[in-house]
DNA sequence: TCCGCTCTTGACCATTTGATCAAGAATTAT
DNA sequence: ATAATTCTTGATCAAATGGTCAAGAGCGGA
């Protein structure tokens, strides 16, 4: 698995798209998230992805040549919204309602977009050999500026003094957990009621104020 | 990939190990977990654990007649050190004590055993196809067990009223990030030090004592 | 030492799977 | 309508890969 420019354009010439090429593209590219998500990307197949969306295997690749750009394609859609919440984190707000805002959407995105938390996941676990750059580039440098705003609530005594890189992190780990290890969760809890109403009250409390009785 | 019974025996004849079999077992299930953790399942193939180990692909195969024996061999024996600060978890001790020890020894494990982290993380990940019945079993029995002391100590107030079984989910998700997400990890903070020793720090902070300033 | 059992391997097989191609069907533009 | 372009697919290929087998090498106990 090569790692190119960083992400590739699908069809270098013909920039315009044809109707059946858009709604067959957004077509493929669904269904390769599950697939993706639930096997890997060695685990999955290019049959797989064209069964799930009821196209022949070489009509599949008349749209996508390779199977790495399938893989790219769905990552790089998906990419696009994954950040969008800790962009929104405002250094004019209140620190504490912005990071519960942080922490509520974050959960919220892993409950509705499962599928791609574990994407990530899985490429991340294996070394990030497709988004390596992306995440020593955007990604660091979004991180970097947040990191900074909440350096500057903790010097204005507005937060407890913490590390503000490792507090992401936990952050990121907590609510993305209920996506990424589901079945674990649900192997503990029963499958009944949606495990993240409880779990998004209990991080934001945990987060916040901590274990130790006040 | 099918779920027998749960954990399979290797060798059902032939009780007695010889030196060469009990060495070479060794060797393959290191080679075993490195290549699978790095990789996946699907991702490995029989020829690299062979030869990471040395030996030739038949020869491996004379020990582990399947790909999925070997799999499952490792999973299994990483499985059993895996739950074991989880147990130490003493009732009689003091809440917040016990709390942070346990904290600091699931991040210890955690940097010490990076790759048995990742293994779990990508048989969770995928559905826990051969470990799904230890989850519901040994894990959700222990997870029961030690969610019932917190709640206890809850009661007692002697801890900040949460849901015992997200607390742990929470300390699980963010001492295994540092393990599952190390790339991302480093990618932002950069390969310095070890992200581990100010994670663990923050972390029990965070869990303990919330950021909202006192 | 010698016999039986364990261990090792080169050669080989069947299946899966990513990818190609030529030819025909459908669509679009003029 | 018709020509050009786009779309679709059955057939096929080469490589990768899990697994087998028979034959030989090595080891250990009597």
Redesign the pocket.
């Given at each position: 698995m090569k790692m190119r420019a960083f992400m590739s354009q699908a069809k270098p010439a013909?920039a315009r798209k044809?109707?059946?090429?858009a709604q067959?593209e957004g077509l493929i590219l669904d269904a390769a998230l599950e697939v993706f998500s639930a096997y890997g990307y060695r685990g999955?197949?290019?049959?797989q992805i064209a069964a799930k969306c009821g196209?022949?295997?070489?009509?599949l690749?008349?749209y996508f040549?390779?199977?790495?750009d399938i893989y790219t394609a769905v990552l790089e859609r998906t990419l696009t919204g994954w950040l969008e919440p800790l962009r929104a984190l405002d250094p004019d707000g209140d620190p504490v309602a912005e990071l519960t805002g942080y922490i509520t959407a974050k959960m919220e995105l892993s409950r509705d977009n499962p599928e791609a938390s574990r994407l990530f996941a899985n490429e991340i676990l294996h070394g990030a050999p497709m988004i390596g750059k992306f995440l020593k580039g955007p990604l660091k440098d979004l991180v970097d500026a947040k990191a900074a705003i909440v350096r500057a609530w903790i010097a204005q005594g507005r937060l407890a003094s913490v590390d503000p890189y490792h507090l992401i992190f936990a952050i990121w780990a907590t609510t993305q957990h209920y996506a990424d290890f589901e079945v674990q969760v649900r192997a503990i809890l029963g499958d009944k009621s949606d495990p993240t109403v409880v779990g998004v009250k209990t991080l934001i409390t945990l987060i916040m104020d901590g274990l130790r009785p006040r």
């Open positions: 013909q044809t109707r059946i090429q067959n999955s197949t290019v049959d196209l022949s295997k070489p009509n690749l008349y040549r390779r199977k790495e």
